[in-house]
């Protein structure tokens, strides 16, 4: 099956939720096809700027598709170097008008709360009345479903986990429709801005960022009206994690990994290489945890805190 293919048409539908319902089958079968994911490898480390890419996140994404409808991505979540699963890897947070299909496809995966949407947050205080609806763990195979606006939070799991996440708007927007018009392709960047400052997000389906983080403190869960980024890692420690990623998920096509190197090579890219030989001679590649995403105030939470908040207490 064309997953991809079969995805566009599902999403090409008017009513998006009916869509993400559709969509569940094809997800089911991508998670448990390695040949697929063995398909996105290649992909992206056959494109340079990948190569290129520097370490943003605690997280190691593979982009899979993006389109005017939806856009699919696989998600690698890391565990901590001393295993610790009581820290998140991000804030509570919401995805704005985006609501989202996820899959665990690999590893033990992660655990999760969702909170209820339809919170209150004064403004002024960030001060936040949210109400929390469960815990979770995001085992293999798992799906879930975020609606828009609903809180949520993942925490580090025990090792490296692989989730699909599936994303669109909830309703088709006139953003869509200018995206789908090839001679805005090169211009869509200066457009964005045009359009934030002209105040116009909501009208054509940009999605807000304003408040969409939160965080616990003396026992009640408060907003941040910006979001608060990580700093920036090393192309080493990019590369290292997700050649460490391809070779625990099963990675052994040799030749394209022989071509890789000699594209690598011929481009300048030679900090890929090492860690291509290493995949090629069958050596262990730990993963390396970038310690300046370790401990960032109102990021790496503590699921204990949080419970605490609710008058629970972890398993």
């Known amino acids: ?14 009513d998006l939720y009916e869509a993400h ?17 063995f398909g996105v490898i290649r992909k992206c480390l056959s494109d340079p700027e990948y190569i290129d890419r520097v370490r943003h996140y605690p997280t ?15 998600n690698v979540f890391l565990p901590l170097p001393d295993g610790d699963r009581d820290l998140s890897f991000q804030s509570i947070h919401h995805h704005g008008q985006l609501i989202l299909t996820t899959i665990s496809a690999f590893g033990a995966g992660y655990e999760s709360i969702i909170f209820k949407p339809g919170y209150a947050i ?47 708007r909830e309703k088709h927007e006139a953003l869509d429709k200018m995206k789908k018009m090839k001679v805005l392709q090169s211009v869509k960047g200066p457009l964005k801005r045009i359009i934030k400052m002209a105040g116009l997000n909501a009208a054509v389906g940009l999605n807000r960022v304003d408040f969409n983080d939160f965080y616990p403190h003396d026992g009640k869960i408060w907003g941040m009206k910006d979001r608060l980024g990580y700093a920036e890692g090393t192309n080493d420690n990019w590369l290292r ?13 040799t030749d394209f990994l022989k071509q890789l190197r000699t594209d690598c090579e011929e481009r300048g ?10 995949l090629l001679a069958g050596e262990t590649i730990d993963l390396e945890f970038e310690p300046s995403h370790l401990n960032v105030d109102k990021v790496n939470l503590s699921k204990r805190e949080i419970l605490a908040v609710y008058g629970q207490e972890p398993d």
Request: charged share 20%; glycine share 2%; hydrophobic share 45%.
């Open 21 to 37: 319902e559709q969509c569940v089958p094809v997800m089911n079968a991508m998670a448990r096809e390695q040949a697929f994911f």
């Open 269 to 278: 890219q030679t900090v890929a290489i090492p860690w291509i030989d290493r």
């Open 1 to 14: 099956m064309d997953y991809i293919a079969e995805l566009r048409s599902i999403f090409s539908q008017p």
């Open 122 to 168: 004064d403004v002024e205080t960030g001060l936040t009345d949210m109400q929390m609806d469960r815990l979770y763990q995001n085992d293999l195979h798992n799906v879930a479903f975020i609606d828009k606006l609903t809180p949520h939070i993942v925490f580090y799991p025990e090792a490296a986990s692989i989730t699909f996440a599936l994303w669109s």
């Open 241 to 253: 994690n997700v050649f460490s990623v391809v070779q625990q998920y099963g990675f052994d096509d």
């Open 60 to 74: 190691i994404a593979f982009p899979i598709e993006e389109n005017e409808d939806f856009t699919l991505v696989a």
